[in-house]
């Protein structure tokens, strides 16, 4: 008995290839990719710190009793593990000890730096206002 072959494999041969390209595309993103594009801000009861991340840049603005310091710089990211990334900046801030920050990724919301354990969450101003209502007449 010859089997006739049919042009159209089942959906079942096909769903293990499926199931392992959705794993390698799902494992593509790493944590820091939910950072790019958003502002983040920490308080206490004198400083105010503002990142910012544009893909390579870094926006930065450390805020206390005095006047506000602006720094805005291009950086590149080491990821030393899953959630945690070292930043290297190129021009350093006067403000900054060191050309590093080491920071944990704990979700979109926001991350943590390692070293003062300071907690950066979002800031709501920077996510996509809806625009307001026209004025009736």
């Known amino acids: ?21 959705f794993v390698i595309a799902s494992g593509c993103k790493n944590n820091f990719d939910n ?4 502002v983040f801000l920490y308080k206490d009861s004198v400083y105010e710190f503002t990142a910012g991340f544009d893909k390579d840049t870094l926006f930065y603005i450390m805020k206390d009793e005095r006047m506000p310091r602006f720094h805005k710089t291009t950086f590149t990211k080491k990821k030393v593990d899953d959630s945690t990334f070292l930043l290297t900046v190129k021009d350093q801030p006067k403000f ?40 009736q007449k």
């Open 1 to 21: 008995m010859n089997k006739k072959l049919t042009a159209v494999p089942s959906f079942s041969k096909f769903l293990p290839i499926l199931i392992v390209i």
């Open 35 to 38: 950072l790019n594009g958003k």
């Open 96 to 135: 900054w000890e060191k050309n590093t920050w080491e920071i944990v990724v704990t979700d979109e919301k926001g991350f943590r730096s390692k070293e003062s354990g300071n907690y950066y969450y979002l800031y709501s101003d920077s996510l996509i206002v809806k625009k307001a209502p026209e004025f």
